[in-house]
């Protein structure tokens, strides 16, 4: 009898811009160190501080177009000119490898993961558990307040993110999970629980 | 934008002998204060330090007879010549103010209640999610040096203890979870996470 495995299962994370997801998302990887964490390929160039292979893949336009054909994107978007995409074979070998990948995705990324999982056939590495989380601010009130008091955005600005922020919250009902961040240390304290509750879920069980 | 709330909940907790469930529901209790902790009636007699309506519900036959006649057990059983049953009303009052229950129950008392559950339609106040959870030892040779070192039982008695956890052992995948009780800090980390993973369940929000 061994009682210590689970089968390795995809985490997703979304939540409107300032609701705390990436502090969360770094918290979780502190604490669960079998956690792979998916990180987003890019064409745009790297900012100061950032580090490939970290925050971001960075590739040039040729390089990504290469891996665009040759399937390795679960989904690509473009933003301001520069081309974004989640890259497949990472998290293929993460699963493999038996380690859980937490991926930080929009409502949209989330839900084209979302398809592809459920449509993975048994037998394909990503046929598997997926477990998306939609963590929200306690309103969106408090959520303006954090974005006037990080300063980092014109008025216009964040009215912009507010607009965006409600549309985004109003697909929560997609998710397993709902987490509100309105207390930091409880926030993560519930975010660690799912995460602990899922290893122990029974049809989750890899062990007898 | 209110966030706080959930759908009051049954959890229910099933373990051999032996195993730490009661060591693990008392450590529940003291953390979840919403929590209402389910009490088997029964017409033995009370044992020193046992209060009536804290460990059982201690009733005299007649009493006993009256409840089973007006539909208040979930289920009912006779062990060495004495009644015990679970009671249905406290349960239903506890959900009804909005506290979740928790269960401690052996696999056949476990069966009845997910049946009672299942079939209860809406509009029920018995109609909700039931999750449970199977508390398990990390072999069957821990539970014996376990049952030897308490010192509370012959050998005769321990040998039956070991082959009684050993069928209930067999039906853990009935639960929706499964815990391991090897280190009990532990084993308590996993059980709260489960009760709060459970309530930030989106089908489980009674918020917006």
């Keep these: 009898m061994s009682h210590t495995t689970w089968t390795p299962m995809i985490f997703i994370v979304s939540a409107p811009s300032g609701a705390g997801k990436t502090t969360l998302c770094d918290k979780l990887q502190a604490e669960f160190k079998n956690l792979h964490y998916a990180i987003t390929a890019t064409t745009r160039p790297s900012r100061e501080g950032e580090v490939n292979g970290k925050h971001y893949y960075f590739l040039t336009e040729d390089e990504f177009e290469r891996r665009l054909k040759s399937g390795d994107f679960f989904e690509t978007a473009v933003v301001h000119g520069y081309r974004y995409g989640s890259p497949k074979s990472p998290v293929i070998e993460a699963l493999r490898a038996g380690r859980d990948v937490l991926m930080n995705l929009d409502v949209q990324g989330a839900a084209v993961i979302r398809k592809c999982v459920a449509a993975a056939p048994p037998g394909?590495?990503?046929?598997?558990?997926?477990?998306?989380?939609?963590?929200?601010?306690?309103?969106?009130?408090?959520?303006?307040?954090?974005?006037?008091?990080?300063?980092?955005?014109?008025?216009?600005?964040i009215e912009r993110r507010l607009k965006q922020a409600k549309e985004e919250i109003s697909h929560w009902q997609e998710y397993k999970y709902k987490v509100v961040n309105d207390d930091l240390a409880e926030a993560y304290d519930n975010m660690r629980a799912i995460i602990l509750a899922e290893r122990h879920k029974t049809r989750n069980r890899a062990d007898d």
Aim: hydrophobic share 30%.
């Design 124 to 157: 394909d590495p990503l046929h598997r558990e997926l477990v998306d989380i939609f963590v929200v601010p306690p309103s969106l009130e408090t959520l303006k307040k954090r974005l006037v008091k990080r300063g980092k955005d014109t008025d216009e600005t």
